[in-house]
């Protein structure tokens, strides 16, 4: 003995014939209910390809937002490494043109006699300007001849010298020269 607790299968083909239904509105139905199936399955396989999409879509606005951050983070630091570059660099150029300078001032009295004797140096744009004494204008030409064969200093341009009177046989002639930067031209230095 056995039991069939669903009762008998529903079977769409034997429903439409015992529904008093004509055999082609029977076909045309059968036709619609298939459409339907078809319809719905489309339908959710769609709906199904559009929540995918959407949640790809939330991911990939995710992604960018955090690449933007990360992106902005790197151009803060970015623009932090370029300051101090620039700073460095700047910090360089001060501590060179300090060490050039020196080592102008150094060479320079280096290439003097030791009786003429220098009392004031100024730099300025072009070069050096330099004030000094000398016993003559003998021991002043040695010193212009001495500096500028060194070309690491300059080219020199005495700009006055004075034989004063009454002054120490020592310190007899003032003197004025320029030396010019070996980077700037000495024709352009004084017209």
């Not at 078809?38 to 949640?55: G, K, M, P, T």
């Not at 700047?90 to 300090?98: A, D, E, L, T």
């Given at each position: 003995m056995t039991?069939?607790?669903l009762?008998?299968?529903?079977?769409?083909r034997?429903?439409?014939?015992?529904?008093?239904i004509?055999?082609?509105?029977?076909?045309?139905i059968?036709a619609?209910?298939?459409?339907?199936?078809v319809?719905?399955?489309s339908?959710?396989?769609e709906?199904?390809?559009?929540?995918e999409s959407?949640?790809?879509?939330?991911?990939?606005?995710?992604?960018?937002e955090?690449?933007?951050?990360?992106?902005?983070?790197?151009?803060?630091?970015?623009n932090?490494v370029?300051?101090?570059v620039r700073?460095?660099r700047?910090?360089?150029?001060?501590v060179?043109?300090?060490?050039?300078?020196?080592?102008?001032?150094a060479?320079?009295a280096?290439?003097?006699?030791?009786?003429?004797?220098?009392?004031?140096?100024?730099?300025?744009?072009?070069?050096?300007?330099?004030?000094?004494?000398?016993?003559n204008?003998?021991?002043?030409?040695?010193a212009?001849?001495?500096?500028?064969?060194?070309?690491?200093?300059?080219?020199?341009?005495?700009?006055?010298?004075?034989?004063?009177d009454g002054?120490?046989?020592?310190?007899a002639?003032?003197?004025t020269?320029?030396v010019?930067?070996g980077?700037v031209?000495?024709t352009?230095?004084?017209?």
């Amino acid at each position: 003995m056995t039991f069939d607790y669903l009762g008998r299968r529903w079977n769409l083909r034997t429903f439409l014939r015992r529904s008093g239904i004509t055999r082609g509105a029977r076909t045309s139905i059968g036709a619609l209910i298939c459409s339907c199936i078809v319809v719905a399955a489309s339908w959710a396989i769609e709906a199904n390809r559009l929540r995918e999409s959407l949640q790809f879509e939330r991911s990939l606005a995710d992604r960018y937002e955090a690449q933007t951050r990360t992106l902005a983070q790197a151009n803060v630091y970015s623009n932090k490494v370029q300051n101090l570059v620039r700073l460095d660099r700047r910090i360089r150029s001060i501590v060179g043109s300090g060490t050039s300078t020196a080592r102008r001032l150094a060479a320079i009295a280096g290439d003097l006699p030791a009786n003429v004797w220098l009392t004031s140096v100024v730099p300025d744009s072009l070069g050096l300007a330099v004030e000094g004494r000398a016993p003559n204008l003998a021991a002043l030409g040695l010193a212009l001849r001495q500096i500028s064969r060194d070309r690491s200093i300059g080219d020199p341009a005495l700009m006055s010298a004075q034989v004063e009177d009454g002054a120490a046989p020592d310190l007899a002639v003032r003197f004025t020269m320029h030396v010019t930067d070996g980077s700037v031209s000495s024709t352009n230095a004084f017209p």
